[in-house]
T-cell receptor, first 118, second 113 residues
């Protein structure tokens, strides 16, 4: 089974600064999807960004961008111009194209808690 | 637009009591449906998924069960709750294509006493 590892249980960033959250994964597949989800204190899971493995270009959504290194199996999230509202738990998730039998369920990392200080 | 409703938001139950958590999706048809559990300080663990009415697959053997009586309704149940069932339960849906993200409900905080 594929595993997703987030090696940073907690991270802190000052408002307006940039922070990078790390994620690595283990897979033998060549095609898959990667996602970052945000879970604020309200506990709702919110999709932040997604990346298709076959695309070399890194995905970008406003202040959020990823650094996808396929050979290294690394998928880090960069948050630019951090805002107080970015404070949340961030989860990296992996989806295998082949696991249609599992309804394309996601494998999640354990999360990184991001603290944003004024 | 599609919406997902999950209830109750909070539930406190004694050990050995039954459980029923409900999740419904609006604005789409034949979604894939999922139940996840999030223990304190941990990531999400997939419990059940369903790709159609009456089709339930379990990822983790336990005393929980799931049912999908209607296309957009997904129910998580237990006949007798254990202390270890405490946690945060999240329902999610997605379209059937592999590139579609999952969309989550607001979750249910379940505390077993």
């Amino acid at each position: 089974a594929q595993t997703v590892t987030q090696s940073q249980p907690e991270m802190s960033v000052q408002e307006a600064e940039t922070v990078t959250l790390s994620c690595t994964y283990d897979t033998s597949e060549s095609d898959y999807y990667l996602f970052w989800y945000k879970q604020p204190p309200s506990r709702q899971m919110i999709l932040v960004i997604r990346q298709e493995a076959y695309k070399q270009q890194n995905a970008t959504e406003n202040r959020f961008s990823v650094n996808f290194q396929k050979a290294a199996k690394s998928f880090s999230l960069k948050i630019s111009d951090s805002q107080l509202g970015d404070a949340a738990m961030y989860f990296c998730a992996y989806r295998n194209l082949l696991n249609s039998n599992s309804g394309y369920a996601l494998n999640f990392g354990k999360g990184t808690s991001l603290l944003v200080t004024p | 637009s599609q919406t997902i409703h999950q209830w109750p938001a909070t539930l406190v139950q004694p050990v050995g009591s039954p459980l029923s958590l409900e999740c419904t999706v609006e604005g789409t048809s034949n979604p894939n449906l999922y139940w996840y559990r999030q223990a304190a300080g941990r990531g999400l663990q997939l419990l059940f998924y369903s790709v159609g009415i009456g089709q339930i697959s379990s990822e983790v053997p336990q005393n929980l069960s799931a049912s999908r009586p209607q296309d957009r309704q997904f129910i998580l149940s237990s006949k007798k709750l254990l202390l270890s069932d405490s946690g945060f339960y999240l329902c999610a849906w997605s379209l059937g294509a592999v590139n579609q993200p999952q969309h989550f409900g607001d979750g249910t905080r379940l505390s077993i006493l």
